[in-house]
Structure formats: structure tokens, C-alpha cells
């Protein structure tokens, strides 16, 4: 079943209508937020879907609201009625939560940017359609009486679908928003599948012949081996006279000795010894060094008002902080943000990735949401989220003092 496109004709005109006037929108903007919606929300699940944990989340998710179906029909009059439209908008709102907790608010900003309508309203179409799109999932289940692994394996048939039908522009704004790394390779793989692609990983690895010779000792119409042998028997005869003349005088004399170098011997010198025990390799990115009480947005402006600057220069995000309970921005850093804004802004081709750095592995999640709310506030601010890009890594690096920080890399300008 094509998820995808089943949704799209599912968005009847008296749906829409009936959607646009429970948000107070236009129609016509509405539909557009529905169709990414659906899309997101579609690749959205798939994602979640690609492990064994995730898969059975969602099966327990339909499982717990009787998603079966039941709401395929009715749906367009149950918008016409407020209170009910609010309970299903509630509930799909809590299911996404609940399954993508990362992923919401991202997806609501992008939803917003593209279709030009206020984030609560984007919340709503956002809820609506996962709630609908779950229905239609748990029918697939009850239909087929599917288990986990059947509802995963029937979210990464979507895959193609995706890939084929929706538009590539805004597949690929919506892969971005959703930090998928491969849509070609996204899915859930049964350990069949996995075994299966290991023994042909190893058998890749082999060498393809085991006598890398082979060709020249198995042509029989060219003597390689006479030739081979002969010139094999030269260089030992020429290397043995050479060997003779020049230290034939003291063979037996230095036969008769212990064989044990005594003087010393002039080693070549390590390279690596000239520099300090302390120098290591960095693990993290390397940064730029500036002036101390310079902002992110001054190293980025000096940055892209030289000439000979290059897309790949990182920075250190100096200057924010974040609240430890939400991992959101803290109040004193909505200056340096605001900044970081303008300069975005005025240069329509610069492009940034976030990346959370730690030390510590336990926390590459909360660093992640770090840098994934530097995310969501640019786009609020109106910068477009396909600019943007987030990533949260774990370093052995003890150049730092210990803590948390943003490292911000220059991906195009």
C-alpha cells in the first residue's frame, strides 16, 4: 500500500476546508501544510520504525488507542465538530511526541516556513495527519495481522514510494529536518537480511585470486617461467661474487668471533621526538582561534569578508549556554543568537552545521538537542531550515575544560 499517496487523496477538498477553518487559515495554505505534512510525518515513521525497539513502540502505540481504521471514514465531519477535531488533533500531537519526542518541533517549523502559516497552526496539521496516518497503519495491521516486525517491514516498503513520487526539493528538506542519513538505505533490516549482508560483506573482501601471478604463469604460449628462473639464478650468482670480493678476506675471521655488535651505532632520529609528550591529535574539529569576547557572528563576518576563506571552517560557539533541564537556550544567550541571525540573513548562501561536543557519552543526546534548539530558534527567526544542519558528537579530547560545547562548521558560503 502506497501511504503516501493514499494520503494526498485523502485530503478531499471538504477535508480541507474543514481543517483550514478549525486553524483559522487560508485553504490553500492548509492543503499545502497537509501534503508536507504527510510526507514528513510518512518518513517520519519510517525512521522510527528502522530499529526493533522503535517498530514495537509504534505497534504498542496503535495498539493502546484502538488504531484500527475506525477514523478512516468519519474524519471530515469530525472536523466540522470542534471539540472532537481538538481531541484527535490532541491525541496524534501526544502520539508523535511520544514516539519522535526529538523531532516535533523541528518539523513544526519547517511545516510553518513552507506553507506560511503560524506554528500552532502547524502543530494542529501536524497532529491531525499523525493521528490519521497512524489509523491507516493499525488497518494494515488488523487487515494483515501484522506483528512489529510486519508493520516495520510495511513502513520500509514506503521508502520507494517516497523516493519516487514526492518532490526532491522538499524530500530532501524533509530528510534534512529529520536528520535521515540515507533515504536509500533507511528501514528496518530483519537479521536474515543482515547475516545475508555480512557473509557478503566478508566474501567482498577477499582477494580475488589467490596467486596474484597467475596470469603470466598460466599462458602457455610465452616461456615466463624460464625467465623468471633464470633471472632469479643471475641475481644470486651476481649477488654472491659481490659478497665474495668484498668480504671474503674476513669470513672466517668473523666466523670465529661472537657475532655481537659492540660499538654503538648512530640511530635515525624520531621525528616525533621533537615535540612535547602533551601535543596530541585533536578528536574534535578543528577550530579557529580569535580574540577573546568576540562573538560568533563577528569570527563568521570576518570570515566571509575575506577572500581567501573557505567553505569547512569551524568555530567554537562561545557565548551561550543552555538550560540543563530543556537543553534550550538560556535568556543570556539571545543576543549572540539574534546575531547569528543577521548574519544568516544577509548572506543567502551561507550554510552552518551544529554539532554538540562532549566528553562524556551519556550526554551526546543532550548535546544533540543543544545544538538542535540553535536550530529551531534560527528558523523561528526566519532563516530557512535547509541551511541549517545539527549533529552531536563524543570526544577524547582534554583541550577543554571538561564542559559541553557547539562547534560551528561553515558547510557552504
Not at 503516501?4 to 480541507?16: E, G, H, P, Q, T
Not at 621525528?271 to 578528536?283: G, K, L, N, W
Not at 580569535?290 to 560568533?296: D, H, K
Amino acid at each position: 500500500m502506497n501511504i503516501f499517496s493514499y494520503l494526498k487523496d485523502y485530503l478531499s477538498a471538504d477535508l480541507v476546508e474543514a481543517m483550514a477553518s478549525h486553524i483559522n487559515e487560508d485553504a490553500g495554505k492548509t492543503r499545502q501544510a497537509a501534503e508536507v505534512t504527510a510526507l514528513s510525518v510518512v518518513a517520519a515513521f519510517l525512521k522510527r520504525s528502522s530499529t526493533e525497539s522503535g517498530a514495537k513502540a509504534m505497534y504498542k502505540a496503535i495498539e493502546r488507542e484502538n488504531l484500527y481504521g475506525n477514523h478512516l471514514g468519519p474524519l471530515s465531519a469530525q472536523f466540522r465538530d470542534r471539540d472532537q477535531a481538538s481531541q484527535i488533533i490532541q491525541k496524534g500531537s501526544n502520539l508523535f511526541s511520544h514516539l519522535l519526542p526529538d523531532k516535533r518541533s523541528v518539523l513544526i517549523a519547517m511545516i510553518a516556513s513552507h506553507a506560511r502559516i503560524r506554528s500552532s497552526s502547524a502543530t494542529s496539521v501536524l497532529g491531525a495527519m499523525s493521528y490519521l496516518t497512524l489509523d491507516i497503519l493499525g488497518k494494515q495491521v488488523k487487515d494483515q495481522n501484522l506483528d512489529p516486525v510486519g508493520l516495520a517491514m510495511v513502513l520500509r516498503n514506503q521508502k520507494d514510494y517516497l523516493i519516487k513520487e514526492a518532490d526532491p526539493e522538499l524530500l530532501d528538506k524533509v530528510v534534512t529536518t529529520l536528520s535521515i542519513e540515507d533515504m536509500e538505505r533507511i528501514g528496518y533490516v530483519t537479521p536474515t537480511e543482515e547475516a545475508e549482508a555480512e557473509v557478503v560483506s566478508r566474501t567482498r573482501t577477499r582477494p580475488q585470486t589467490e596467486n596474484p601471478y597467475a596470469d603470466l604463469t598460466e599462458n602457455p604460449t610465452f616461456p615466463w617461467k624460464a625467465i623468471l628462473g633464470g633471472v632469479a639464478l643471475l641475481v644470486v650468482l651476481g649477488g654472491g661474487y659481490y659478497a665474495w670480493q668484498q668480504y671474503g678476506s674476513t669470513v672466517q675471521s668473523a666466523a670465529l668471533q661472537d657475532t655481537t655488535v659492540t660499538e654503538e651505532v648512530a640511530l635515525p632520529t624520531d621525528s616525533t621526538a621533537r615535540y612535547p609528550d602533551s601535543t596530541q591529535v585533536a578528536t574534535t574539529p578543528a577550530t579557529a582561534t580569535t580574540p577573546a569576547g568576540e562573538s560568533l557572528a563577528d569570527k563568521l563576518t570576518q570570515h566571509l569578508n575575506n577572500p581567501l576563506s573557505k567553505a569547512g571552517k569551524t568555530f567554537v560557539f562561545e557565548g551561550i549556554t543552555f538550560d540543563p533541564l530543556t537543553n534550550e537556550p538560556t535568556p543570556q544567550s539571545i543576543p549572540a543568537l539574534d546575531g547569528l541571525a543577521a548574519v544568516l540573513k544577509k548572506n543567502p548562501n551561507l550554510q552552518l552545521k551544529f554539532t554538540g561536543v562532549t566528553r562524556q557519552a551519556a550526554n551526546k543526546k543532550n548535546v544533540f538537542k543543544q545544538a538542535n534548539s540553535i536550530k529551531a530558534y534560527l528558523t523561528r527567526a526566519g532563516v530557512d531550515i535547509i541551511r541549517l544542519d545539527v549533529a552531536s558528537f563524543v570526544t577524547q579530547d582534554a583541550g577543554r575544560s571538561g564542559e559541553d560545547f557547539i562547534v560551528v562548521k561553515v558547510v557552504q558560503q
